[in-house]
């Protein structure tokens, strides 16, 4: 391999390397951008937890 050759390769090696970083990075950011927005819809939102009926697991007595 010449120098030429080898010069081209590492070169359309480093362009790759970059294209898959940029691709990287936007993913991320796009991740974040996401995650940030789910944040804002859970702190919107109140969790409706069902109550326990009070007898329900505890003695009860029924006098007739």
Request: charged residues 15%; aromatic residues 0%.
């Amino acid at each position: 391999m010449d120098i030429a050759q080898a010069s081209t390769a590492l070169h359309q090696a480093n362009v790759q390397m970059e294209a898959g970083l940029r691709v990287q990075s936007m993913a991320q950011d796009h991740a974040e951008i996401q995650g940030e927005g789910l944040n804002r819809l859970l702190e919107g939102t109140t969790v409706l937890q069902p109550t326990e009926a009070a007898h329900l697991g505890n003695m009860v007595d029924i006098q007739a």
